[in-house]
């Protein structure tokens, strides 16, 4: 049986992973600099195939650079809100109780708050860096995982496996690590791919708003800057657009396909 | 009082009074938020008046409470957002409550705009897909809302204007209403709907995706339901059956979801109104983010907040006049 989702988001991820990791090789110079002259249509100039933005920068090395970006801080920040909002909601769902309530209680909290507007807050703050970025997308992505995990182990926790563990005298630590735990593996693959694509989205938003770090090449940034210019030469802020678009399109494919492959039950609909 | 009144007025208290309880938490992490920020409000103010004067900025933390103990200012603070004081802007010569209330018209519209769209459109696209479930045009509308899903939401503003503005002129690209020939009564409402129409589609499409999946699941699980096939054995007629069983089981879930995303919505308007000009509170954050405007950014946050929890007061109450009773909780 073919699986189609999951072979094209494979191929759009590994694609990704492909450029990133050749970026410095193909572009050496930095993408920051000066190359052309200004607002080269794509095609116009075969050294520059992708074109060229407002101050003469080859639209084609900014994509390659812009997937390093884009992916370390989408996968970064996806997996320190995995590894919180799994530990948390493991905690939660096992022993319920307090833990349970003040879970919660503040995942409630993250869902009135706006979060872009929060992460936003923190970034005028705390000033925006790869750092502090990765941090902040971090912070509002951990409790949505966790309601994932606590609700997963809910169900776990009561199963004759889990329960025979108990009866021979298991640690509840040792339970949910090596009995409970692999058992939500599929949950969390899937929903911690679909959290990069959000990230990776996300970062783009900020760094279009001027909030992303001032020394980074990002998606994002180069849609921002060919804004003023969307007129007379938008494939300025195309180009990047599609390649965030094929991103996340890659992502949620992949995810789905895990989903898919990983849940032999076959609870969707 | 009837026992369902009761039931749902019993529920609607304990939600109000939860949105109080968050709204209290939300404030006091303002107030954290705000002692994050190097120098005081006192500082702050000095700055944006213009003046550097140690007697001034003395007076101004005095006045402003700053030199008592932390937990007493956290009281003060809270008093004062309990009386709606957010400060005063020097950079707009207003306070930032009327200020914000002045941008929340325009918000609300998008917002309540985008929502009722993205609702009416996907109970249409979701029934189709689950009426023609696994057959071209559920496949056709699985991939539309799939793009829908992964594209950034500022990008598909920025290419609508392209291609509606621009190229086909179809559009106003920018602003609320026509600057240069202001209209009044009929004309102007029309020409605010002009104005609405791609800032709203823009902010519509994420969330039209996401309810096109769900109105398809649970349309697929009722008419696959034992109520739906009773009802059908009694002789039910087929538009009675989805609009009096299918479609009311299938808005409960609908209603949750819209109630879940109010924050990302408002999340999203800043990037809406950034692109769109659109005069909102969106718009204003965007600018505050450039001037650096922390007390102006937190307040925007806090009201923000409260939009998100009063709008989900009213989706309670969609809710409790949706379900059976026994099930409010």
Known sequence: MIRLPLVIGGLIVLALVAMAASAGWIFPDDPMTMVAEPLLWPGQDPAFPLGTDSLGRDIAAGIFHGARASLAIGFISSSAALALGTLVGAVAGYRGGRVDDGLMRISELFQAIPQFMLIIVLLVIFRPSVATIILAISIVGWPAIARLVRAEFIVLREREFVQSCRVIGMSGPAIMLTQILPNALPVLIVSGTIQVATAILMEAALSFLGLGDPNLLTWGGMIGMGRDQLREAWFVVAVPGLALLITALGLNLLGDGLNDLLDPRGRRA | ?329
């Open chain 2, 1 to 329: 009082m009837t026992p369902r009144a009761r039931r749902i007025a019993r529920f609607l208290a304990r939600r109000l009074a939860q949105g109080v309880a968050l709204l209290l938490c939300i404030a006091v992490l303002d107030f954290a938020l705000l002692h994050a920020v190097p120098g005081d409000a006192a500082d702050a103010i000095a700055g944006e008046a213009g003046t550097a004067d140690p007697g001034y900025v003395a007076t101004l933390r005095h006045q402003l409470g700053l030199d008592q103990p932390l937990p007493v200012q956290l009281g003060l603070y809270l008093g004062r957002l309990a009386q709606g004081n957010f400060g005063y802007s020097f950079r707009y010569g207003q306070s930032v409550a009327s200020l914000i209330l002045e941008r929340l018209p325009a918000t609300l519209l998008l917002m309540a705009a985008s929502i009722g769209f993205a609702v009416a459109a996907s109970l249409v696209l979701g029934t189709l897909s689950a009426r023609f479930a696994n057959r071209w045009p559920d496949r056709l509308i699985t991939l539309v809302t799939l793009f829908f899903y992964a594209t950034p939401l500022f990008w598909f503003g920025l290419m609508a204007i392209v291609l509606f503005g621009v190229h086909l002129g179809w559009l106003p690209t920018g602003g609320m209403y026509d600057v240069a020939r202001p209209r009044t009564g009929l004309a102007f409402a029309l020409d605010v709907a002009r104005h609405l129409v791609l800032p709203a589609f823009t902010q519509a499409c994420f969330f039209l995706a996401i309810y096109t999946r769900l109105v398809r699941t649970s349309m697929l699980q009722a008419y696959g339901s034992d109520y739906v096939r009773f009802a059908r054995a009694k002789g039910v007629g087929e538009l009675r059956i989805a609009l009096r069983h299918v479609l009311r089981n299938a808005l409960t879930p609908l209603v949750t979801m819209v109630g879940l995303n109010l924050g990302t919505l408002l999340g999203g308007a800043v990037l809406t109104e950034t692109v769109f000009s659109w005069p909102g509170i969106g718009r204003l954050m965007y600018d505050a983010v450039f001037q650096r405007d922390v007390n102006l950014l937190l307040s925007i946050l806090v009201l923000g907040s409260v939009i998100v929890i009063v709008a989900n007061l009213l989706v309670d109450m969609l809710y409790a006049a949706l379900t059976p009773a026994v099930e409010l909780r």
